[in-house]
């Protein structure tokens, strides 16, 4: 099984636990039914992901993640995840959550993206908030929000 990467773009920052991180996001991904790939995590600032945004996408915002998904094969979840960390700290505050724990939904997201959950609607949304928490549950080194 390849290893789940982490990799900072223009920010100095190192995930926290990495081993236990990749792990856990190993184990959601096989009990969603998924073998894990080449997963890359990059962290970034607010103006890279913008950046990357309007370049890639045409969006003119600010947004806490962007993924890419280079899945080849049904059901082999492979692809690159840009997370802000800025982005990510403003969302804690403002939840008044953990940045950790903010951290690990944003990163959860991206890979439910990839395993083809959307959030367009409110429905689409109300179902990956259900799956984000029940990922989230599932981390055995979990902060308490």
Known sequence: MPPLHFHQEDVDFRLPD??????????????EGYTPGELNFIFCSDNHLHTMNVTWLQHDTYTDIITFD????????????FISIERVQDNANGLSVEFDTELHRVMIHGVLHLMGYRDKTDREKSLMRKKEEACLSLRPFRNNP
Not at 18 to 31: F, G, L, M, P
Not at 70 to 78: G, I, K, P, R, T
């Open 70 to 81: 280079q899945s080849e094969e049904d059901h082999v979840l492979e692809g690159d995840i």
């Open 18 to 31: 990495e081993k236990q991180t990749s792990d856990w996001i190993t184990r959601v991904v096989a009990h």
